[in-house]
């Protein structure tokens, strides 16, 4: 019977292939070797050879076309391998099957000011073990009734592997659970009607208020004359006052544009100059306007484009008295103060102040309107 | 230890041994030519195999040749072997 040899077979192509076989032949035996063409051959080697065989090939510049391995050789290499892959599949398929019975997280469900994180952390101290069939889901209820106070109901389940936890907690009185904070006026204001419902009063009618006062403190003093924590509850109207500003001078400088314009031009290639078109500037008095963009979307030859605009300006001297435009201003100054108002709020009275210096005219409109700023 | 050339070698006792040291060739039945003590390949093809011996250089012609087993001083050429020329 004839005995079946393992072999690899390399096709290559490169040359001076006679060279190259005498130095190969130094270090490797080789089983067959024909010449397919001028360039082309075909040698076998055994696999122990192999890899220096390859390594020589590439080091002396020439191209693998194929390498096949056959033989025996090849069998128990693609063996090995299948072995691997199946040794693998079982090892994958024993993890499976253990982490399965595994759980890897516990959600809760329900918990409003109770923390999940806090439940959580509980249910991993006392479980004991994180296989699934080692886990008491009835003594897990039972450790977080005693433990958790707030909890009314609780119920704990195994869903996959999540650990699912149900939880309903006792309704507490807000005066036990609440820290109540004191109603503050928001508004600079006079204090006008107060109707108190709960809470401790801060303030008087006819008092002036500045924005951030305490109006309703939240506690009470009861019949024992202890203090009791309370929501503050109070309808309070108030006078607020808004007020808005304008300005006029006698005489100011005005500065505007004539309409002539002159431009100017750059075109630039990595910050060089490659084009320029300069104008003759005539004006004695101009405002500059500089922009600059690419030319292209080239990333290689980046051109860009400044452009600079000079427009031409003229500055006059305003003179106008304030007599003049004094219901403009007033009307200007009751449109800003308008602004603040909220809707449908009545306007209680107007109040309007001018100061002048130095030819300066600074007119304020005052509104008063009567607006809650308590808190029910 | 028979060794067959030492033994042929002996047997033609008229040459210098050190002569006869350089290198061997068998032709079998005009398919397989062995080759020992060569000093590497010149030329390779299908047609033709040429080597380098010691003062001098083989050339072996015929069809469809190939080389088996080529070491670093041996060789089997395998093929329709047709002249065996000594330059």
Redesign the interface.
Known sequence: MKKIESKVTYEIKGLNQERAFNKLTKEVTILTLERKDKHISVLEVAPKDAKKTRKFLRNNNFEILSEKSQGPYLWRKRFLSCYGIILGLALVIVGYLTQINVIWQIKVFGNDKLAASEITAFIEENMGSRFISQFNTKQMEIKLKDNFERLSSVSVAIIGQSVVVNVHESLLPDEMTTIYQPIVSEYDCMITKIELIQGTLAIKEGQIIRKGQVLVEPYIIDSQGEKRDVKPMAKIEADVWVSGESEHRDSYYKRYRTGNKVEESDITLFGLVIYSHKAELKFSEYELEEKSENLNKNILLPFKINKKTYYETKTELIEREFSEVEQEKIKEAKEKALLYLEEYEIIKAENVTIKSSAGVHIVTVTITVSREIGGV | MFNFFEEIKKSVGSIDPNILNTYNIINISGKILYVEGHM???????EMIAFKVKRGRVMVEGKEL???????NTMKIVGQISKVEVL
């Open positions: 590497g390949l010149t030329m390779l093809s299908k190939v080389m088996y087993e080529l070491t670093e």
